[in-house]
């Protein structure tokens, strides 16, 4: 878990920091998208990078996927009668909505792939302008765009608060109340990255 889990959250800060750059403007912004196709280069035929990047995020994803199935059903094994009363309060919020957050952020990630990377479902899909897709994709009039947006990226928030405080834990390293530190500050400091672009396009500060 704690292995495929610190690859996804390195590419999440990769990501959100590069997202960041649509602050800078429209040509900064398309031009690193261009560039992501061009990493490598020449030892690398040009987005040879991209697909490595892709089979490896994928690989990570699925292990992630299998090792969370894995625990679960050790779990279960460990105790095959399920609590005939089970008190309401077990674990925090966040530690509760480890499974179905999981679920909640890969159906979200299936929509993010269909409406940025392939344009499927954006309503301009440029393929080689991303600053216009980004614009038109949380553009006022598509508020639900942005609220389905901020729920997902809470739902990641909560992941990966809980995620970085479980890894911390089983590697014993300092205790509890660091590890709960550690794991708000960094989903904290995500959400609040990835969520300033939408934001940003709907209240006209990137147009
Ligand atoms: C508001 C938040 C986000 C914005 C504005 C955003 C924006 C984008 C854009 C513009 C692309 C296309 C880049 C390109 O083709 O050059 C992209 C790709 C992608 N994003 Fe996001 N993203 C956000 C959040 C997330 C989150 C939370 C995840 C994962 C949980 C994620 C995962 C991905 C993946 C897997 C790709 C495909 C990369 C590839 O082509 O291989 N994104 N995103």
Redesign the pocket.
Known sequence: MAVTGLLLVVF?FA?MAG?LKIFVGAESFDQY?HW?RRIGEPVLPETWY?WI??AV?TGALIGHIAAATVLTRRARRARPVRYAHRPKVQGTYAARTMRWGGVI?LL??IY??LD??TGTLNPVADAGH?YA??VADFAPDRWYVTLF?TL??VA?GFHLKHGVYSALRTLGYRGQAFAERVGWTVSIVLVAG??S??FAVMTGLVS
């Open positions: 999440l990501h997202n998208a992501l991209l990047q892709r995020l952020v979200f990630v993010h792939i940025l990377t991303p897709n980004v947006y997902a990226m990641v990835f969520l672009v939408p």
